[in-house]
């Protein structure tokens, strides 16, 4: 049972537009920033998002993130088959004194 | 360019301990925390802890506590995992990462390693 909350997995066509959320606490979400990793299938995790809104340098603005009390939101634009991947949220929690992830969504471009 | 390298993978029997490296290089290494996720087959990604290369100060969940030991050598760039006490639910990916001192997001990861506990 993960501490943040996604959805197991979500779909949509090429070229439309999703979102993804990840359901927290005021011990992690609430207080923290949020941060965001694509693993696309036998590969390791990589950043696309940090402090809840911020793309690291070749990450295009397809990818953007928000926050809205204990809860954050993964928004993906323009769909393309090469975004078929799992992506995870992560954040701290103080209560735990850990960092924690969502369990992950699966994201089928159909 | 910024690389983490980790060791190969292992077979362990039960019981046993398990010591994963991870070589940083392409920045200065005690700048940057080193944590480490590790993630079963089919499963999410799970956070086992932090190690601040330069002051050696390290960081674990209460799941881990007295299991688990992170070093380093910074002479080598090289930051360890060390698990004890293995069972099969210890096999899994782990990976490195590295994050800013103070934050908690992981910027580069490592490869993996993958770690099979198997009697």
């Known amino acids: 049972q993960s501490v943040l909350t996604q959805p197991p997995a979500v779909s949509a066509a090429p070229g439309q537009k999703i979102t993804i959320s990840c359901s927290g606490s005021t011990s992690n979400i609430g207080k923290n920033y949020v941060s965001w990793y694509q693993q696309l299938p036998g590969t390791a995790p990589k950043l696309l998002i940090y402090?809840?809104?911020k793309r690291p340098s070749g990450i295009p603005d397809r990818f953007s993130g928000s926050n809205s009390g204990t809860s954050a939101t993964l928004g993906i634009t323009g769909l393309q088959t090469g975004d078929e991947a799992d992506y995870y949220c992560g954040t701290w929690d103080n209560s735990l004194s850990a960092g924690v992830f969502g369990g992950g969504t699966k994201l089928t471009v159909l | 360019q910024v690389q983490l390298v980790q060791s190969g993978a292992e077979v362990k029997k039960p019981g046993a301990a398990v010591k994963v490296s991870c070589k940083a290089s392409g920045y200065p290494f005690i700048h940057y925390d080193i944590n480490w996720v590790r993630q079963a087959t089919g499963q999410g990604l799970e956070w086992m802890g932090w190690?601040?290369?330069?002051?050696?100060?390290?960081g674990y969940p209460q799941k881990f506590q007295g299991r688990v030991t992170m070093t380093r050598d910074t002479s080598i760039n090289t930051a360890y995992l060390e698990l004890r006490g293995l069972t099969s639910e210890d096999t899994a990916v782990y990976y490195c990462a590295r994050c800013l001192s103070g934050t908690s997001f992981l910027e580069y990861w490592g490869q993996g390693a993958l770690v099979t506990v198997s009697s």
């Open positions: 190690m601040n290369p330069n002051t050696g100060d390290t």
């Open positions: 402090d809840t809104n």
